[in-house]
């Protein structure tokens, strides 16, 4: 077991020094973020404008969200895996796995990680000299068990991500482009994940048909959870279904590994 946490640990150690080399990547893209929350705040603004409360919740509520799937999105969100991992699968680099005893979701979950810890850092640098502007506006609830189910969640979140990212990658085994799925999952996430709007927001009969999708749980879910968008009962109960589509999403990735190994196996000989 001590062998098996210093060889990932290594693996992460590797994976920082690699993203580091990329950090004003992250760090731009951080900034350029800063003005898509601009957009937000003038779009949500005039909205509000003519409405002092939509859905329940007012305008500072609303930015409240927005700010926090900012922060998730470079800490859980997955950005290109799926190409990475697409992309090893094409040129053969998949093959040395095959020959360590490395496990290869674990592997490539590890270097993820290690990317959202670069890009989680980077995005608070921007965020913090914009906090004096937003702050005025940043209205966070303080019940304290709301950090405490929200931590769980978002590394449930972070689990999600990458396993569907890494599930798309693993198409590669029987597609060799894999974009139209990519995009297609990418439209999807942005509405029942709550990314162009808060889902509570969408008409009762979709808002919890989105419940049982992963994409609500991608996003949405922590995001409600840190701003007081749902209450205690229902997000222990929800957390419960977030867990069920962990097990789910990871034996879907570990039924396509071996099918594609089949596959990639005979293809090559």
């Given amino acids: 077991m001590l062998a098996e946490l210093t060889k990932y640990r290594q693996v992460f150690l590797v994976g920082l020094q690699s993203n580091l080399v990329y950090r004003w990547n992250f760090a731009v893209r951080g900034a ?7 957009v937000v705040f003038i779009l949500w603004s005039a909205v509000f404008a003519s409405a002092p409360r939509i859905g329940g919740f007012g305008f500072g509520q609303t930015l409240t969200y ?5 922060v998730l999105q470079f800490f859980v969100g997955a950005f290109n895996e799926d190409y990475q991992i697409s992309e090893e699968i094409r040129n053969g680099l998949i093959n040395q796995f095959l020959l360590k005893p490395i496990n290869y979701y674990v592997y490539r979950f590890t270097i993820f990680g290690a990317a959202r810890l670069v890009s989680g850092a980077l995005v608070l640098l921007p965020l913090a000299a914009a906090l004096p502007l937003l702050h005025p506006w940043l209205t966070f609830p303080g019940e304290p068990w709301r950090v405490a189910l929200a931590i769980p ?10 396993t569907i ?11 060799l482009d894999i974009q139209g799925f ?12 709550g990314q162009l709007f808060p889902l509570d927001l969408m008409p009762p ?6 419940q049982y999708l992963p994409f609500y749980y991608q996003m949405y879910f922590p995001a409600a959870i840190l701003t007081g968008r749902i209450g205690q009962p229902l997000a222990f109960q929800l957390i419960g279904l977030q867990a069920c589509w962990v097990v789910v999403l990871l034996g879907i990735a570990q039924l396509l590994w ?4 089949r596959r990639h196996t005979a293809v090559g000989g």
């Fill in 258 to 261: 071996r099918r594609g190994l």
């Fill in 153 to 162: 969640a978002m590394a449930m979140a972070a689990l999600i991500q990458f």
């Fill in 165 to 175: 990212a890494y599930c798309f990658g693993m198409l590669t085994f029987w597609f």
């Fill in 32 to 38: 350029f973020s800063l003005f898509h929350l601009a």
């Fill in 182 to 193: 990519v995009i297609l999952s990418m439209a999807v996430e942005s509405v029942l994940g």
């Fill in 205 to 210: 009969a979709i808002f919890h048909a989105a």
């Fill in 66 to 70: 927005f700010v926090t799937l900012l």
